[in-house]
């Protein structure tokens, strides 16, 4: 399967298998007017197979919801078809609007337009919880 | 901004600074009877309470300052559908300082963040109620003598009990503390608080279903109320709210060194001739709590440059 180079743009690498549709939904990529690849069950030495996004377009992208999805993604900005940036991800402290908190006694329940905030409680766990009711993220 | 949501806000050494201002208000309290000249205190109240609402009313008036307060979630613009947010913004525009009960968790944390004004959470729903546990402190300092080194049993619902979980977060900063947790088990302490508040920090604890073999080992023996307006199902509630009732009969099995104590309203769950019992302090709690509450308004209206003059305690001029 062939896939065009990308000359300016985003990849995202090192997905784990089977994560990059949730990543693909959760930034929001089906939204996007630019050409997008997600490639799924890529061989892989390192990971047996993995996932890839490619975006045809160097757009802001949420480190954060990557970092929460699969920390152990790699992102490359490529410009004029050479990577000039690569970044590692890790669980980010805070987690603005990736999640909803599920607590019906929560004030983001009734509150309106209130943003849906989770801190990373346990760093081991993967584990967040609600700013506000410190409800634990499903 | 400073404002007080969690007990955590306070570090230790300022909550020995608001015990000590408490104190120096039992001692003197016409020294403090015109500090907030002008400030007004506006409490408002979107779930139904009296002891703090009027807590904090008697605390603000006996500093010298007024107080607005609404008459109901009923009759303010929240029953027009009015935002937590928009309500602290307006708020701000009239009163020094917010005292905010709320029936949704995490709504005082909202009021903050809005509020151009200090906010105290006066209870969130089953989140936080840190003025509480201000009041609990101050009487466990007062009746033991010290907040450290205790062995401190709480028992009833510790699942949805709000000043419980205050109550468990604050005296886990205290060297030596002990906690025994008595209750049913579908109202056990929830694990993260378990986990954070406990484990973390290394601190003993049991769990247990027995209150008769719990007390004699007890310092504070830390009573709470099973709360119908927690439960979503009115079965779950009529099963378990009589799972635990003090009785002077029972209380043969505490040590003499043991207070009971409880953050009040209390339905059935203390036999009212426990109240002649010397060792029963829940009604020394509720005037602590006014006393804590008035140290609290002092620190944080000392903190926002709302005050001045000789009567201010040193602590709210740092």
């Known amino acids: 399967m062939n896939i065009e180079p990308i000359v300016n743009g985003i990849v995202i690498d090192h997905i784990t298998a089977g994560k990059g549709a949730e990543l693909y939904s959760l930034l929001g990529l089906d939204r996007l007017d630019v050409p997008v690849a997600l490639i799924r069950n890529v061989p892989s030495k390192r990971l047996g197979k993995k996932d890839i996004i490619k975006i045809d377009a160097e757009l802001p992208v949420d480190f954060d919801v990557i970092g929460y999805v699969d920390p152990g993604a790699?992102?490359?900005?490529?410009?004029?078809?050479?990577?000039?940036?690569?970044?590692?991800?890790?669980?980010?402290?805070?987690?603005?609007?990736?999640?909803?908190?599920?607590?019906?006694?929560?004030?983001?329940?009734?509150?309106?337009?209130?943003?849906?905030?989770?801190r990373l409680a346990d760093r081991e766990k993967r584990e967040y919880r609600c700013i506000y009711c410190e409800t634990k993220a499903e | 901004m400073r404002n007080v949501i969690d007990i955590l806000d306070l570090s230790t050494q300022e909550i020995d600074s608001l015990i000590e201002t408490a104190l120096d208000i039992i001692d003197d309290p016409a020294k403090y009877s015109d500090i907030c000249r002008g400030k007004k205190?506006?409490?408002?109240?979107?779930?139904?309470?009296?002891?703090?609402?009027?807590?904090?009313?008697?605390?603000?008036?006996?500093?010298?300052?007024?107080?607005?307060?609404?008459?109901?979630?009923?009759?303010?613009?929240?029953?027009?559908?009015?935002?937590?947010?928009?309500?602290?913004?307006?708020?701000?525009?009239?009163?020094?300082?917010?005292?905010?009960?709320?029936?949704?968790?995490?709504?005082?944390?909202?009021?903050?963040?809005?509020?151009?004004?200090?906010?105290?959470?006066?209870?969130?729903?089953?989140h936080c109620h840190p003025t509480q546990t201000l009041a609990d402190l101050l009487t466990i300092k007062r009746e033991k003598g010290t907040l450290s080194g205790l062995t401190v049993g709480i028992c009833g619902d510790l699942k949805f009990g709000r000043t419980v979980h205050s109550l468990i977060n604050a005296m886990s900063r205290y060297e030596g503390t002990r906690f025994v947790l008595i209750s049913p088990e579908e109202l056990r302490v929830p694990d993260?608080?378990?986990?954070?508040?406990?484990?973390?920090?290394?601190?003993?604890?049991?769990?247990?279903?027995?209150?008769?073999?719990?007390?004699?080992?007890?310092?504070?023996?830390?009573?709470?109320?099973?709360?119908?307006?927690?439960?979503?199902?009115?079965?779950?509630?009529?099963?378990?709210?009589?799972?635990?009732?003090?009785?002077?009969?029972?209380?043969?099995?505490?040590?003499?060194?043991?207070?009971?104590?409880?953050?009040?309203?209390?339905?059935?769950?203390?036999?009212?001739?426990?109240?002649?019992?010397?060792r029963a302090c829940y009604f020394k709690q509720v005037l602590n709590g006014k006393y804590m509450r008035m140290a609290l308004i002092l620190m944080l209206l000392g903190e926002a440059g709302k005050l001045s003059g000789p009567a201010v305690p040193r602590m709210i001029q740092l």
């Open chain 2, 41 to 126: 205190l506006a409490t408002l109240f979107f779930e139904p309470s009296t002891r703090t609402r009027m807590s904090f009313e008697a605390a603000m008036y006996e500093l010298g300052g007024n107080v607005l307060s609404m008459a109901s979630a009923a009759s303010s613009s929240a029953a027009k559908g009015e935002s937590v947010a928009d309500t602290a913004k307006v708020i701000s525009c009239y009163a020094d300082i917010i005292a905010m009960r709320h029936p949704k968790e995490g709504a005082a944390l909202v009021a903050a963040n809005n509020a151009s004004i200090p906010v105290i959470n006066a209870g969130d729903g089953g």
């Open chain 2, 192 to 278: 993260y608080v378990i986990d954070e508040s406990i484990v973390r920090k290394g601190i003993p604890y049991t769990e247990t279903a027995d209150l008769d073999a719990a007390m004699p080992e007890l310092d504070i023996l830390y009573m709470t109320r099973i709360q119908r307006e927690r439960f979503f199902n009115e079965e779950d509630y009529l099963r378990l709210k009589d799972s635990y009732i003090l009785t002077a009969d029972r209380m043969k099995n505490a040590g003499p060194q043991m207070i009971v104590m409880h953050p009040l309203p209390r339905v059935n769950e203390i036999s009212v001739a426990v109240d002649d019992d010397e």
């Open chain 1, 74 to 118: 790699t992102v490359n900005i490529i410009r004029d078809g050479k990577t000039a940036e690569k970044r590692t991800m890790e669980l980010p402290e805070i987690l603005t609007d990736v999640i909803k908190c599920r607590n019906p006694r929560c004030i983001t329940s009734t509150e309106q337009e209130l943003k849906h905030v989770f």
